[in-house]
């Protein structure tokens, strides 16, 4: 784990402190580490996903305004994501 940032270990080692936690974490080694301790986890892109599914959130939108930040993500997954939420609204309507 010390191939990660104190905040990153930091957050891994309170969540599991807290059984049952979800740890919102964005960092791909991050993520490895806590999935390897068994501690279910998200990044910012899965909690977006679950609140458009849950009707929340307009997944094309808040896509577009987190691109607008500094917020690096691979375009793949985000045209992923968009495809599937196209597809979701088009079963929906059928």
């Known amino acids: 784990m010390l ?4 905040g990153e270990r930091a957050a891994i080692t309170l969540a599991q402190s807290e059984p049952g936690a979800l740890l919102l974490i964005d ?6 580490e806590a999935s390897r301790r068994g501690i279910l986890n998200t990044g910012t892109l899965g909690i977006l996903h679950a609140a458009a599914l849950k009707g929340f ?3 094309p939108t808040v896509l577009a305004r987190l691109l607008e930040t500094n917020f690096r993500v691979s375009m793949a997954l985000v045209d992923e994501l968009l495809a599937e939420e196209a597809d979701r609204r ?3 309507t059928e």
């Open 27 to 32: 960092d791909a080694a991050g993520r490895t």
């Open 90 to 92: 088009r079963r929906r």
């Open 3 to 6: 191939h990660l940032d104190p």
């Open 57 to 59: 959130v307009d997944l």
